[in-house]
């Protein structure tokens, strides 16, 4: 049976990753975190003071571009992929509330975008891939066979991020939460470089109302359709 290149996108906190996680689990096909990517050059900007305010300093961050090496690395203790920056495991730092206050302006940044999307291109060159992101169908693999677009009310991924960082031992109040992803959402959804749209050619699921299993027996259908 031929691999295929599957896309997952949409809205911050929707559940993106646990669908992409899981149905790369069951098809032991390769999963990519494309925000992972995002979220580590904004803690490489971070870490190097190239903030001024809430945007990076852009000639800088354009020059040190091609010094910041992002890959994932299978952990067997957790039995998940971590992310590593320049050789060392940021997932912890990538997903705190300050990074996430951060990676949209940067992820809006052509050369930022450019430098990524070759990347994933490259990831997924021998298809047999689950990635998610914002741009996935629609720019960084046109061509998927399946393409999931993801949303849910903005409360209930607000309640999700909040359980996610309180299980981390981060604290933030609902009010920051759906703020962060508000704002987020209109600054991926505005942006003129890959902006957070539907391909034409995904399926629309709203799991609001869904459990994580009813979400994944409707997309393995939708994946042994395209079969
Ligand atoms: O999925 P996430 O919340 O970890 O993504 C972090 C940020 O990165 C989000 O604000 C949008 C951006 N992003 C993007 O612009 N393109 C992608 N393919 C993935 C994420």
Request: a negative charge; hydrophobic letters at 40%.
């Amino acid at each position: 049976m031929n691999r295929i290149t599957i896309a997952v996108d949409g809205y911050s906190s929707c559940g993106k990753s646990t669908i992409a996680k899981d149905l790369a689990k069951t098809l032991k096909y390769t999963y990519i975190d494309s925000g992972a990517m995002y979220r580590a050059v904004t803690l490489y900007a971070l870490e190097h003071n190239l903030f001024e305010g809430d945007y990076p300093n852009e000639t800088v961050l354009k020059k040190q571009i091609n010094q910041i090496h992002i890959d994932f690395r299978y952990n067997a203790a957790t039995g998940k992929s971590d992310t590593f920056l320049n050789g060392e495991n940021v997932e912890k730092e990538i997903r705190s509330m300050e990074v996430a206050g951060k990676v949209s302006p940067v992820a809006a940044i052509g050369f930022v975008r450019e430098a990524l999307v070759r990347q994933q291109q490259e990831m997924g060159k021998n298809k047999g891939i689950v990635m998610d992101g914002r741009d996935i169908g629609t720019v960084v693999f046109p061509d998927a066979e399946l393409k999931i677009f993801v949303t849910a009310r903005p409360e209930v991924r607000a309640h999700r991020r909040l359980a996610e960082l309180a299980a981390k031992g981060e604290n933030a109040t609902f009010e920051e939460v759906l703020d962060n992803l508000t704002k987020r959402d209109l600054i991926d959804s505005t942006r003129k470089d890959g902006p957070l749209r539907q391909a034409e050619d995904a399926v629309v699921i709203d799991n609001s109302d869904l459990t994580v299993e009813e979400q994944n027996a409707i997309i393995l259908k939708l994946f042994r359709d395209v079969k």
